[in-house]
């Protein structure tokens, strides 16, 4: 039936004023979603048939968003529809009467009795559908994938109660050459769209779909595919970097910014003051990204150079008025960077700390200096149970957060910690001192580099610890998406640094640490440090399946009997053991046999306080077991000493044939009550060999 559907490619525009940079990229994807779920809705079971041969192209620019679709069927094809109704043998009553039952599913099909037929026991209602042209649909669809755009907050224009987020000029829809009669946000479609707006500000008149963005390119100056266009962007600020000898610095935020705002992107070169490198890179690549989209440009050293790149949204026939016009703009803001950086420079830090008092964290957790003396005793305590400098530690800690009184992060609040750094080396502060102040904040995402410095890892650990405590303690902890202090994300900062730069920390002990020096929580301490932690080591498994770790392995050791690891070094390392023991050839078989052995002494409600005797021992596969259970338990000490869980499972995976022998030849549930306690104890042996890393019967 579908090989006689014809096809043609459908074309929606939506012309608007110039939509929100940031939000583009995302709305052109939204709209793309929502219209082919609708198609898909439409076509029903003959969605896969129907769109089998059809492609999908959504482009977004300033001024537009657009959907192409190509090879699109232009009807929805006749089908039969059915509907199943009650039981046959209750349809009808003894006298042969309709029963309520079936006039009621009658009512439903908008049908009468006696247009109802018995299928399998059951009555029902069959209907043709006829087909019916996609044109009339397409309306609906389009209106109701437009109200459905992630758009927080809609706005109204002129005297239209319509709303959408900008206001919106024009709407194009086109079913190959035709269009498509409709209204759609309050305009008529038509097959007019519209050029680049100084270039060519005028209709362009589309007589086919397909001719969309051929027309828009070469006469209106409008390259509507936002992929093209970034990539177009980024090739030119690639070459105007190379043209001066240097490297453009491409942010793919910024390239994404900046391809939203520009229909028809020039490159061009300027240049600011040789003076204004006396101020720290950031700064200056902070006012030029953040103020102007400036992309900045190093030498082959990585060091800033006194060049920008900006992206034109129109090619000038006097290009150089252009950038002379930039250099005018960018000069006062950099100028206030320097400005501020020498205005900062004339306190010290320490001189700060006392004004962290004016600021508060959290109503019911204090000011900043409230946190920063919490923080400072809890970093001293870590760089203690490290083996560090204490006072460097506590130090940093209370200098943390004083760059935040600053002019210049109070005007570039991203240089936050990087500012610190810098005042800090300026003040003659300590060399890890100061780069704790930006360490504090690492790693400020997934993937990003860890502190280095032995005050900067003692005062991020703290910093993220003195928050997850507070929160939890006032009974704010996250709640489904909502994070508003971000402690997911503290979590797994603390797990990052504890288990890459390896320390040997306990977090309980800290967590506790962190909890004692708040005042006045609502919660008692021991529940807040046991949901923190519980809170902490649950981000790990999220961590591992990025890693391609396989659940199993954080369930064995997450799971296993006993007392809770509060070592995250130690939690890792037994993880990365189980993973690598479920590669060997003995994994499998030796899970099953932990599993059975969990399975009997569960059964049996097996204590295990006694280890086998020798002299109860009576078969060969037993005595073999018990024999190498024994050998196990003195190799593995200095193993499970030294940390080496990987070697400790790869020792345990020899007990395999050994194992099997045990299970093949030997009852453990004999007759004789003493030596069924004895095979029991000597199982239990077993297991808690195994369980000295996981419980690997979890693998099973």
């Not at 993880?575 to 479920?582: G, I, Q, R, T």
């Amino acid at each position: 039936m579908t090989d006689t559907v014809n096809r043609q490619d459908f074309l929606f525009e939506l012309g608007t004023e110039e939509l929100p940079p940031k939000a583009l990229s995302t709305l052109s994807k939204a709209l793309e979603s929502e219209v082919m779920a609708g198609i898909n809705e439409l076509f029903g079971k003959q969605a896969a048939t129907l769109l089998a041969d059809t492609t999908v192209n959504a482009y977004a620019a300033p001024r537009r968003l657009a959907l192409l679709i190509n090879n699109l069927a232009d009807e929805v094809p006749s089908s039969t529809f059915m509907m199943q109704g009650p039981p046959a043998r209750i349809a009808f009553d003894e006298q042969g009467n309709p029963s309520k039952a079936l006039e009621g599913f009658a009512r439903k099909c908008g049908t009468t009795t006696d247009q109802l037929q018995e299928i399998d026991g059951k009555m029902s209602f069959s209907q043709s559908v006829p087909a019916k042209a996609i044109t009339g649909e397409l309306p609906a669809i389009i209106e109701n994938a437009l109200s459905k755009l992630p758009i927080p907050k809609r706005m109204r224009w002129g005297a239209s109660r319509t709303e959408f987020v900008r206001p919106v000029k024009w709407v194009v829809m086109l079913m190959g050459d035709e269009v498509i009669e409709c209204e759609i946000l309050g305009l008529k479609a038509g097959r007019d769209t519209r050029g680049h707006r100084f270039h060519y500000n005028h209709a362009i008149t589309l007589n086919q779909a397909n001719e969309y963005l051929e027309n828009l390119e070469s006469v209106g100056y409008v390259i509507a595919d936002f992929d093209e266009r970034r990539e177009k962007i980024r090739a030119q600020v690639e070459a105007e970097g190379a043209a001066i000898n240097g490297i453009a610095q491409i942010d793919d935020d910024l390239l994404d910014e900046v391809t939203a705002l520009n229909e028809w992107p020039v490159a061009l070169t300027g240049r600011f003051d040789d003076r204004f490198l006396e101020v720290p890179s950031q700064a200056l690549i902070s006012s030029m990204k953040e103020h102007q989209k400036y992309f900045h440009v190093t030498d082959s050293n990585g060091q800033l150079v006194p060049f920008f790149i900006t992206i034109a949204n129109i090619e000038s026939t006097d290009p150089a008025q252009v950038i002379a016009g930039n250099e005018k703009v960018i000069r006062p803001r950099l100028a206030d960077a320097a400005f501020f950086f020498e205005t900062d420079k004339k306190r010290t830090l320490e001189s700060r700390i006392e004004d962290l008092k004016s600021i508060v964290f959290q109503q019911e957790l204090g000011t900043l200096h409230d946190k920063a003396v919490r923080v400072a005793a809890l970093a001293k305590h870590i760089a203690a149970q490290l083996g560090q400098d204490q006072d460097k530690a506590e130090r940093a800690a209370m200098l943390a957060k004083t760059d935040l009184m600053t002019d210049m992060v109070y005007e570039f609040t991203d240089l936050q910690g990087l500012m610190g750094y810098h005042y800090a080396i300026h003040d003659g502060e300590d060399e890890g001192v100061a780069q704790a102040q930006n360490e504090q904040y690492m790693p400020r995402f997934a993937g990003d580099e860890l502190p280095q410095s032995e005050p900067g890892i003692a005062v991020a650990l703290a910093d993220r610890l003195d928050t997850l405590t507070g929160l939890f303690g006032i009974n704010q902890p996250p709640t489904g998406s909502k994070d508003p202090f971000a402690l997911r994300r503290a979590s797994l900062g603390v797990l990052r640094i504890i288990i890459e730069r390896e320390l040997d920390l306990d977090l309980i002990s800290l967590i506790a640490f962190a909890t004692e020096q708040h005042s006045n929580l609502r919660a008692e301490g021991f529940k807040v440090n046991h949901e923190v932690h519980e809170f902490i080591m649950s981000r790990l498994r999220a961590l591992y399946q990025d890693q391609g770790i396989a659940i199993e392995a954080y369930l064995a050791v997450e799971t296993k009997p006993g007392e809770m690891e509060t070592k995250p070094l130690v939690f890792d390392r037994k993880v990365k053991a189980v993973s690598h023991f479920m590669t060997l050839n003995e994994a499998k078989s030796l899970a099953a046999a932990n599993k059975r052995v969990l399975n009997i002494l569960t059964k049996n409600n097996y204590d295990g306080l006694s280890k086998a005797s020798e002299a109860l021992l009576q078969e060969d596969a037993e005595k073999a077991l018990a024999t190498a259970v024994a050998e196990k338990e003195n190799q593995l000490k200095p193993l499970i000493a030294q940390g080496d869980f990987k070697a400790v499972l790869e020792q345990l995976a020899e007990l395999r044939p050994v194992v099997d022998k045990f299970f093949d030849e030997v009852m453990v549930m004999a007759d004789d009550e003493a030596i069924r306690n004895n095979r029991l104890a000597l199982l239990n042996q077993l297991r808690n060999l195994f369980l000295g890393v996981a419980d690997i019967s979890a693998l099973s």
